[in-house]
T-cell receptor, first 114, second 112 residues
């Protein structure tokens, strides 16, 4: 158990819908990362927050947005969902923002868009 | 793509044998990390090797880094059935985005 929690574990929804994925980092970790893992794209970095501020941006679509709240939990919002958004979404956390930091991954949210 | 590439894509060995996985990347790195993922689960950090290091050990794991060839290898000695998982290398590049780029992974199956 990494100490990172993600909810929900599974999500089934329809195209065009909007969903929110939630992540609670390990106690004391200030940095949160979001990743998407799909069969065709592999593991892709989406976005990173540190202490409430956006720190780095990867291959995140404009239909997707995220934020980190004062209590350090983070939410990833996916809107206008398409079939190709079906994937595993992982959240990871680290104490500090540097990419040399070990990242601790949550169990993931499996999203299926029908 | 800036992603690293692991080789082989899949590896099947008998329990007790050694498993070697390779990772190649394209541009200069700051460090390279190896992660493990059990089927459909989150990734677990295994080991980090910096660009000025050539070899690192952690238990039954041995990682080497050859920056001249832009490649790294992960050796798991005396494999166990519980080592069955996918293994990913992740690179932090010296320039550009300050985030990790994950490779395509090697699927290791250890047969009891």
């Amino acid at each position: 158990d990494s100490g990172v929690t993600q909810t929900p574990k599974h999500l089934i929804t329809a195209t065009g819908q909007r969903v929110t994925l939630r992540c609670s980092p390990r106690s004391g970790d200030l940095s949160v990362y979001w990743y998407q893992q799909s069969l065709d794209q592999g593991l892709q970095f989406l976005i990173q927050y540190y202490n409430g501020e956006e720190r780095a941006k990867g291959n995140i679509l404009e239909r997707f947005s995220a934020q980190q709240f004062p209590d350090l939990h983070s939410e990833l919002n996916l809107s206008s969902l398409e079939l190709g958004d079906s994937a595993l979404y992982f959240c990871a956390s680290s104490p500090r923002p540097g990419a040399e930091e070990t990242q601790y991954f949550g169990p993931g949210t499996r999203l299926l868009v029908l | 793509s800036q992603q690293g590439e692991e080789d082989p894509q899949a590896l099947s060995i008998q329990e007790g044998e050694n498993a070697t996985m390779n990772c190649s990347y394209k541009t200069s790195i700051n460090n390279l990390q190896w992660y493990r993922q059990n089927s459909g689960r989150g990734l677990v950090h295994l080991i980090l090797i910096r660009s000025n290091e050539r070899e690192k050990h952690s238990g039954r794991l041995r990682v080497t880094l050859d920056t001249s060839k832009k490649s790294s290898s992960l050796l798991i000695t005396a494999s166990r059935a519980a080592d069955t998982a996918s293994y990913f290398c992740a690179t932090l590049f010296q320039t550009g985005a300050n985030n990790l780029f994950f490779g395509t992974g090697t699927r290791l199956t250890v047969i009891p």
